[in-house]
């Protein structure tokens, strides 16, 4: 039987033209409507499902290891790595609606090149051009608080201007990220692009300034300090300094079960 869901929900769900991914993501929110434990990485806060990605591992450069990043960086930004399919729609890039998509995409290594064009990597302040060539890709669910999903959906209608995405359908649906918690990645959206922490250089000022230093995975291990970087990128010097388009968000990374 189909869940109660409210009209807006039908509605974002009918604008989506894939009927199959439509029937992937229905299947996939009613198998995890409940609510699932993410204690080790915050006591009292629930989670929404924005999308998957089916994204390489970053390898970063020698020269800036030194800046407490381990030697794979898991990352769901374009300007650290990328992405399965390497020819998908620049529209939806790189979200997939279901976890099936993804993992279908990660499995599919045509047009993986040896080496990257380093021009497509350049990102704003990162502080060199990120080799990903010969890392592993695996399927990851991008996920917000709760209490983000009205922010995050709201920057997504602004630059959509409604049209269908896989952000704004899942974030409709309300469903629960299942599998293993990462950590959180603080990303910047800014016209449909979401930058990461690492590529602005904000994991150095969170280190300096908040005590604040990525985990085994190049992630940050809790809700409440990634909240704190976030706070830093939006409202920090470079806030004040020419990046004020850039908004600024926690997301929870989780890594699903294999099944």
């Known amino acids: 039987m189909q869940p109660p869901w409210p009209d807006q929900v039908r509605v974002a769900i009918g604008e989506v033209t894939d009927a199959n991914a439509i029937d992937s993501a229905v299947a996939g929110a009613d198998a995890v409507i409940a609510v699932v434990d993410h204690v080790g990485v915050s006591d009292d806060e629930t989670y929404v499902l924005a999308a998957y990605a089916a994204a390489h591992r970053w390898l970063p450069p020698a020269d800036i290891r030194g800046q407490s990043l381990p030697a794979e960086v898991v990352s769901v930004s374009e300007c650290l790595t990328y992405f399965h399919p390497h020819d998908q729609d620049t529209w939806l890039a790189p979200w997939h609606l279901s976890l099936e998509h993804a993992r279908h995409a990660a499995d599919d290594t045509t047009g993986c090149a040896v080496e990257t064009p380093v021009e497509r990597l350049w990102k704003r302040r990162a502080p060199t051009a990120p080799p990903w060539a010969g890392s592993s890709v695996h399927a990851l669910a991008m996920s917000v608080p709760t209490a983000g999903v009205d922010e995050l959906a709201a920057l997504m209608r602004r630059w959509t201007s409604d049209e269908p995405h896989p ?9 629960s990220p299942a599998g293993t918690d990462l950590g959180f990645e603080v990303l910047g959206f800014e ?52 990046f004020p388009e850039v908004t600024w968000f926690p997301a929870l990374i989780t890594e699903p079960d294999c099944t």
């Open 191 to 242: 016209d449909g692009q979401f930058h990461s922490w690492i590529c602005y250089g904000f994991h150095r000022d969170a280190a300096r300034e908040l005590g604040v230093r990525p985990n085994e995975r190049g992630l940050i291990t809790t809700l409440a300090d990634a909240r704190r970087v976030a706070e830093l990128a939006n409202y920090g010097d470079d806030a004040e300094d020419g």
């Open 167 to 175: 952000i704004l359908t899942n974030l409709a649906l309300g469903a």
